[in-house]
């Protein structure tokens, strides 16, 4: 029997016994943040089988796809090496939620196993929980099974629990006798060994207990089942072979490589885990990214990403030099469609990516490998055989080798790597990054870019010298990052050009907007970044129809908002010069923002900058304008710019051949942004603003062309308002206003007078409101009274009159907030305390305070909870 009919036969046989088939899930678990993968059957049914999901069936079956390359299920070091290890596989299960339990689990394997399957009863055994002697009387009872041939297991071996805590319970696993020739020696023996001789080839687990915190286990009131049995492994028995890698599983993918290679199969051990190797990991590499997994240097792609680099490596061993994975994965998605569909529809997509993983990959191994010899001959002639983490952090960081391959090309020279020493160093690197990493402002968005980044693809800027382009769309992103093959009317996406003439955010310079048409739709660009130094990609809504890939597009910056920004990026150039001028040579740029209708520039300097010195900046800087100078840009060298004076900004990374935006007389600096052909172009030029953000930098907010003319006009309009209020001309306003504020002052001194005359009297009239309360004097009282000082006023006035006792005034202030003042009087601190009671008393009006143990003060934002404040207050006099 095929591999494929095993499936189809388990899957129709427990559908035949009332069991709903259901789909595999996917390999990313799914509400499951304990898991890196899916990477057993049950993975599913986990909320099902502690009861948080109810479905509509009790009885299911599945082919799972699994992944174990991490956590305490990590093959991955032994895939290829042995018969039966794999980083993916499928499990084949049977589940019941609560319905039948262990009498039909028993009955349903045996007859899968001896009669649909045709496996011999003689050579099958039993192992199960040492305490578990129902199950022992069921297998004798149920199917006839010699009892000599069950084995009692500790739990260990046959004890099954989801963690710590929770449901969990006895199993029992089916072992085949292979045969004496599979045999590891005269100790040979179920329980005793690990070989392949006798073989497990399925898992009953009989999930009846819970598991409590304590280590108690409950019975469960719906006991449960979960089986597993691998479909490599019971295919390997159905056909007879000694090993997984022998099966129609891998067979024709391994014969394919090997005829690709030159080599052949079962001639050489070192070339079988090769070839053993990269049809495994095919497999797995196919999935992952059919599960919308994509190579990075994190997490789950990080997985992906290994598995690539680590079949390539095995690849170069067998002598493939060039790419050839992107074949055996086309491989997977032809052999495996049929069950699992998916695959197909990711095909051309999955291609592509592997495909540019290798190429990436090979320009950096061979590299490595030079290295890593010369490490390992520098170490044999020392007499030494580990290689240091040190070096092969090295190799990992600057040539991307993953720790396992060094391991593999180590271990067949016999060398050791020390992985502390390894781990420390990818450590010490990451405190390190942490640590100065400050962000650099720019929308790089690496996450939602990074398999196009790692896939190394780059695009050219035409947007120099012309703001429309025609270029073919090379890919398409959703706004997270994944790739689509086309965006529709309604929706935004990311877009790469092979060209475009939109400049991406960088530099301080914003992203153009503008437009893109096809043949099919029409789309707006709403915002553009730079993804890397040679990769531009462009965020975009669909208006019209739809944008596909491999289209030619037509690319239009809106030469507008492209002209607005140019002015304020030019003139921030002149800006920067005048500065230097006015100010001194000390200043330097610490930062800028340039768009349409944006000009922020960050410099350093000292103190705030005074009228005089702004006024003669902003005269500079308009000089330099109206005398239309034109802008020169050339490519030189990094080192002839420099002999010229060029400034370069403190921070910026320049290549060998850098950009000069010259300004004859007035400035020069090494720029990538875009800019005016000359400085008349600007128009004019005013400072809006000027502002300390941090110890020595100063901020100069300011506009040029239409934004500079807005900027006046507004300030016209605000002049003229002020005027018609304060019913004087324009050159009196600061004359009116000085004369406003001291009569401003003079009222307000006169009210708090008033306001005090009326808390003089005040505090006579609260005493008559003592309220005794548990022997003590309580006054509570509400003051109309508008301001805090009046209030405090009020209260020290009554604490003039009160010999013993408490009081609280409260009073709803100017901005429509509560003010407490609670005192208590010398004689009671050994009881209350001013500073405790405000805080439980403050919290009914929305608020909080605290005080001394005399008097404390509160503010609150509720004036409604005044009443129940003093409620509080009572009580908690009361109850002392």
């Not at 899916?38 to 599913?44: I, K, P, R």
Request: proline share 3%; net charge negative; with cysteine.
């Amino acid at each position: 029997m095929k591999a494929s009919e095993i499936r189809e036969k388990f899957l129709k046989y427990f559908e035949k016994n009332g069991h709903t088939i259901v789909d595999s899930s996917s390999l990313i678990p799914k509400d499951d943040p304990t898991l890196l993968f899916t990477n057993a059957g049950m993975v599913q049914f986990k909320n099902t089988f502690i009861g948080q999901e109810k479905r509509d069936y009790v009885r299911a079956t599945t082919s799972q796809k699994c992944l174990r390359v991490g956590g305490k299920h990590n093959d991955l070091e032994n895939v290829g090496r042995t018969a039966r290890h794999h980083t993916f596989f499928e499990m084949l299960g049977n589940f019941s939620f609560g319905d039948y339990f262990k009498e039909d689990a028993i009955k349903f394997c045996w007859e899968f196993l001896t009669v649909e399957l045709g496996l011999p009863k003689e050579k099958l055994y039993v192992t199960i929980y040492k305490d578990d002697d129902e199950a022992d009387e069921l297998w004798q009872k149920v199917v006839n099974f010699p009892a000599e041939r069950i084995y009692r297991l500790g739990e260990k071996d046959n004890f099954w629990s989801m963690g710590d805590t929770g449901p969990c319970g006895p199993c029992t696993e089916v072992h085949i006798d292979q045969g004496e020739d599979m045999s590891c020696g005269p100790d040979c023996g179920i329980g005793k060994c690990d070989c392949d001789r006798f073989l497990e080839i399925w898992n009953l687990v009989f999930m009846q207990y819970d598991q409590g915190e304590d280590g108690k286990r409950v019975p469960l009131p719906r006991p449960s089942i979960d089986t597993g049995m691998g479909l490599e492994r019971i295919t390997a028995v159905c056909q007879g072979v000694q090993s997984n890698f022998e099966t129609d599983i891998f067979q024709p993918m391994i014969q394919a490589v090997a005829r690709k290679a030159g080599v052949k199969y079962k001639e050489d051990r070192e070339i079988d885990t090769a070839l053993q190797v990269i049809a495994d990991h095919s497999r797995s590499i196919a999935f992952l990214i059919t599960d919308q997994i994509l190579p990075s240097n994190e997490g789950r792609g990080y997985v992906l990403r290994r598995l690539i680099r680590r079949a390539f490596r095995f690849g170069r061993l067998l002598g493939l030099t060039d790419p050839f994975l992107h074949e055996t994965t086309a491989m997977v998605v032809e052999q495996m469609s049929g069950q699992f569909p998916e695959l197909l529809s990711n095909k051309d997509f999955m291609a592509r990516m592997v495909k540019e993983e290798e190429e990436r990959f090979s320009q950096t191994l061979d590299k490595g490998l030079i290295i890593l010899e010369e490490e390992m001959e520098a170490l044999k002639n020392d007499g030494k055989n580990t290689i240091s983490g040190e070096a092969a952090f090295k190799l990992y960081d600057t040539y991307g080798f993953p720790l396992d391959i060094i391991n593999d090309v180590a271990e067949k020279q016999n060398f050791k790597v020390d992985e502390d020493g390894f781990n420390a160093a990818m450590k010490e690197q990451k405190d390190r990054a942490k640590a100065a990493w400050k962000g650099s402002g720019e929308k790089n968005s690496g996450a939602i870019f990074r398999q196009v980044l790692e896939a190394g693809l780059k695009n050219s800027f035409t947007g120099y010298s012309e703001l429309t382009t025609e270029s073919r769309i090379v890919n398409l992103l959703s706004e997270e990052g994944e790739h689509l093959e086309r965006i529709v009317q309604g929706n935004g996406g990311w877009l790469i050009t092979a060209a475009t003439p939109f400049y991406g955010e960088s530099g301080g310079q914003m992203g153009d907007t503008g437009a893109v048409g096809t043949m099919t739709g029409n789309a707006e660009v709403l915002e553009t970044v730079k993804a890397s130094a040679g990769l531009t990609a462009s965020k975009i809504f669909v208006s019209e129809g739809e944008l596909l890939i491999d289209q030619e597009a037509k690319l239009e910056v809106a030469p507008e908002t492209r002209t607005a920004t140019e002015r304020n990026h030019t003139v921030t150039h002149l800006l920067h010069a005048a500065l230097k001028n006015v100010l001194g040579d000390h200043v330097k740029q610490s930062g800028s923002l340039v768009g349409p209708d944006r000009l922020r520039f960050d410099f350093t300097h000292i103190a705030a900058m005074t009228p005089e010195e702004i006024g003669r900046v902003e005269n500079e800087v308009n000089r330099a304008i109206l005398s239309d100078t034109p802008v020169v840009v050339q490519e030189m060298s990094n080192d002839e710019a420099v002999a010229k004076g060029a400034t370069a900004l403190f921070g910026e990374k320049y290549g060998d051949v850098v950009r000069v935006v010259e300004i004859p007389g007035e400035s020069m600096e090494l720029c990538g942004g875009t800019h005016l052909k000359a400085t008349g172009e600007a128009g004019t030029f005013v400072i809006q603003s000027e502002s300390g953000v941090a110890a020595g930098i100063r901020r100069i907010e300011a506009a040029t062309g239409w934004n500079s003319l807005k900027f006046l006009q507004e300030q016209r309009e605000e002049v003229a308002k002020s005027s018609a209020m304060l019913k004087a001309a324009p050159g009196q306003l600061a004359d009116r206003i000085a004369a406003l504020q001291t009569q401003v002052k003079e009222l307000t001194r006169a009210n708090d007078k008033l306001q005090s005359k009326l808390a003089s009297g005040a505090g006579a009239d609260l005493m008559s409101s003592v309220e005794e309360i548990g022997g003590v004097k309580v006054i509570a009282a509400k003051l109309e009274v508008t301001t805090v000082k009046a209030l405090r006023d009020q209260a020290d006035a009554l604490r003039s009159k009160m010999d013993s006792g408490i009081f609280c005034l409260a009073a709803k202030v100017d901005d429509g907030k509560v003010s407490l003042i609670i005192a208590v009087t010398k004689d009671l601190h050994d009881r209350f305390k001013a500073g405790a009671l405000i805080k439980p008393v403050a919290a009914e009006v929305g608020g909080g305070g605290g005080g001394r143990p005399d008097m404390a003060q509160a503010g609150g934002t509720n004036p409604a909870g005044i009443e129940q404040a003093f409620a509080t207050l009572k009580k908690l006099v009361a109850e002392s």
